[in-house]
């Protein structure tokens, strides 16, 4: 299926043409000094070097010491669209080394992209996306995106952004949800990232698997999971793309530690899926499916059912995947198990 890709292109009234730079560090100096100009051109020829040079870590630590940060965070309220539009591409850039992560976080950059989340401007906003998905890589960034109140935010963008920023949110979310997801499900994530599960978009409802199964691996997550989704993720055990099929297998290992996602799982008619995914040597799921039908075995129902396929657990005790081995030893155990 066909999409809309957003364009970082300017637009048709605004030249191109980059201003001269110095030679060496002096380059960074005087960057500065354009960026606080009056002059609208002089601004934005400055910001198109600038995210030639951030590409260079070296340049990006030299900016940073610097006190480009502040000139930037101060552009992002400018009036002039392309200002807005190159800044966020510098930061982004930025970004996307580690001494610009850093630097991005103690100079408080992360609420000051925030401001900009409903800018009408498509690359500015996926500009921003990118940044904060980067920013979510770093436990500390993580951590700095839930001090910001950024969450309820994000969840709620998912209504209303591009595919390609929702892929984007759906990355940042499930780095911030692994640290702390009770913010997300007060918002209604949940409800949400149910409905992406059924999106034509192959990586968004992988990715939305994925962020249910960072919120399932907290004792509240699994609670909300078990109540709305277990018999979506079941569906999505026969999808066809190995990616979506791997999350929702990870998602509903998480939700089935609780009795009622067993109850909810088996009601769904989880178990012949699940096996079909553990006699595929190559699936990506195998592992989780293992585990997930070791956890419906602990009940009668479940493991009365399971007792006739106990040689799909046998078949995998040759392995190469030491994993694989001995989660198939565990689950004949279980399913075996007497009274």
């Not at 997801?181 to 990232?193: D, F, M, P, Q, R």
């Not at 018999?231 to 791997?246: F, K, N, S």
């Not at 178990?271 to 039908?293: G, N």
């Not at 007792?307 to 190469?320: A, E, R, V």
Request: proline letters at 6%; aromatic letters at 4%; charged letters at 20%.
């Amino acid at each position: 299926m066909a999409h809309t890709r957003i364009s970082s292109s300017l637009p048709p009234d605004i030249d191109p043409t980059k201003a001269p730079i110095a030679f060496g560090r002096r380059a960074l100096p005087k960057l500065n000094e354009e960026l606080q100009s009056p002059v609208l051109l002089t601004q934005q020829r400055a910001l198109m070097a600038l995210c030639d040079l951030v590409h260079d870590p070296e340049k990006v630590y030299q900016a940073v010491e610097l006190g480009f940060l502040d000139n930037l965070k101060t552009l992002l309220r400018h009036h002039d669209s392309t200002i807005r539009q190159k800044t966020t591409e510098v930061l982004y850039i930025m970004a996307m080394h580690s001494v610009g992560r850093q630097g991005l976080i103690k100079n408080g950059v992360i609420s000051a992209l925030a401001e900009l989340l409903d800018n009408p401007v498509d690359i500015c906003r996926k500009n921003i996306h990118q940044t904060f998905e980067m920013m979510a890589k770093l436990p500390e960034g993580a951590v700095d995106i839930l001090h910001a109140g950024l969450i309820p935010f994000l969840v709620l963008k998912l209504k209303s952004e591009p595919d390609e920023i929702q892929e984007l949110i759906l990355d940042t979310l499930s780095n911030c949800l692994r640290v702390e997801a009770s913010e997300a499900l007060a918002n209604g994530a949940v409800t949400i990232l149910k409905e992406k599960l059924t999106h034509s978009s192959v990586a968004i409802r992988s990715k939305a698997a994925w962020v249910l199964l960072e919120i399932s691996t907290h004792l509240e997550g699994k609670t909300a999971i078990c109540e709305e989704v277990t018999p979506v993720l079941v569906g999505l055990l026969e999808d066809a793309d190995p990616e979506v099929q791997a999350s929702a297998t990870g998602a509903l290992m998480f939700a089935t530690v609780k009795p009622q996602g067993r109850f909810s799982a088996l009601g769904a008619g989880a178990i012949p899926p699940l096996l079909k995914l553990v006699a595929e040597e190559t699936s990506k799921a195998r592992l989780s499916a293992i585990k997930t039908l070791t956890m419906l075995a602990e009940v009668p129902e479940g493991r009365k059912t399971l007792l006739g396929h106990t040689h799909t657990f046998q078949q995998c005790l040759n392995d190469p995947s030491e994993a694989v081995k001995r989660a198939a030893q565990i689950a004949i155990r279980v399913i075996q198990w007497k009274p």
